[in-house]
């Protein structure tokens, strides 16, 4: 059976016959006769619609290309030592599937390094370069689309408000605060300095001390721009997780989800520990309240739920009996400072009278 022999110089190809010797195998056609040096052979055989491609050399290659398989078998066992294979179009196949899950592997790897490990830190770091101006802007829409549903009790947000700015807290924000009627029991910020209080947590609250509590934590929240944070995480997640999938957010916008994340007080296990350490060193620098009202307040809470489904304040905030552990260690440093609490002390009766 005639073979096709190429030549790598020239590119010309001659129609042959083949000879095997132990160290090299013969080309003879009808105008020359020529050796080529079996060591020099290549160990993969391609295998394609014209034949069985075998090359010799060094670049640019001969090439001979072998009609039938038994030629090839025959060269195969001829030089055993040389490891020449066919190679297969399923191995090929192989290596590309192998090659797609190792990317595919590499790249949903990535996605959760950069999502879980990367993001926290870049969305802090973001956070903490936006201007309050800005913050104050972005969170004022926030706060108007959640008043737009929402029902304000007017003459107990004027008292809570002249509650918080009895205790003279530090923070550099102008803070807008409001009671709206809900019996759900909770109280979140907002980014910019807004804080919201239900109706519901007022009436579960019975000490000021406690109020005084609760506000220097919500306060915490916007001093240290925990909700700018996780907005900013929250926008990055959505890029990062778009590059990968494509468009995931069809049921509505990033503003409208911000929205309910900061009515659930989704902080993270660091964010509610330092507000809550933050807020005890706002009590004991500004106001004559001890830690404990913070205490008493969580206390009371986790009382409430009696077993059943806790308060969504609870519910959204991890591990309680933590945190109040590490409230009662934390509270044993600070000593009740000589500030009245007198005016805080009147405003809150009349909280109560309502």
Excluded: C
């Amino acid at each position: 059976m005639k073979h096709i022999y190429i030549d790598g110089h020239t590119q010309s190809s001659i129609s042959v016959d083949i000879s095997l010797n132990d160290k090299e195998l013969l080309l003879i056609s009808m105008s020359k006769s020529e050796a080529l040096e079996a060591a020099k052979f290549h160990k993969k055989i391609e295998k394609t619609p014209d034949g069985y491609i075998l090359k010799h050399g060094d670049q640019p290659y001969n090439s001979l290309v072998i009609k039938d398989l038994n030629t090839i078998n025959g060269i195969i066992k001829k030089y055993p030592y040389l490891g020449i294979y066919i190679e297969k179009k399923n191995r090929t196949m192989h290596k590309l599937i192998v090659a797609a899950i190792v990317v595919f592997v590499l790249s949903i790897f990535s996605i959760f390094a950069i999502y879980f490990w990367g993001l926290d830190w870049a969305a802090k770091k973001v956070a903490q370069q936006i201007p309050i101006e800005k913050e104050a802007e972005l969170g004022k829409q926030f706060f108007e689309q959640y008043l737009s549903t929402a029902q304000v009790d007017q003459p107990q947000t004027q008292l809570v408000d002249s509650f918080f700015k009895s205790l003279h807290f530090n923070t550099p924000y102008a803070i807008k605060l409001v009671v709206v009627k809900s019996d759900v029991v909770n109280a979140f910020a907002i980014p910019g300095g807004y804080i919201v209080v239900n109706s519901a947590i007022l009436n579960t609250i019975d000490q000021p001390a406690e109020l005084a509590g609760l506000l220097a934590h919500e306060l915490t929240h916007i001093n240290k721009k925990h909700g700018t944070q996780n907005m900013v995480r929250e926008l990055g997640a959505t890029i990062l997780i778009t590059m990968f999938f494509g468009d995931y957010n069809e049921s509505g916008s990033v503003l409208v989800r911000q929205i309910d994340n900061l009515k659930s007080l989704k902080y993270g296990r660091d964010m509610e520990q330092e507000a809550d350490e933050i807020g005890l060193q706002q009590l004991d620098n500004h106001t004559g309240y001890s830690g404990f009202g913070m205490i008493s307040l969580f206390e009371k809470l986790k009382k409430e739920s009696k077993g059943d489904a806790p308060p969504e304040f609870l519910s959204t905030h991890p591990d309680m009996d933590n945190r109040i552990k590490n409230i009662q260690q934390k509270v044993k440093i600070y000593k009740k400072q000589k500030f009245s609490t007198e005016p805080s002390d009147s405003i809150f009766k009349l909280i109560k009278k309502i």
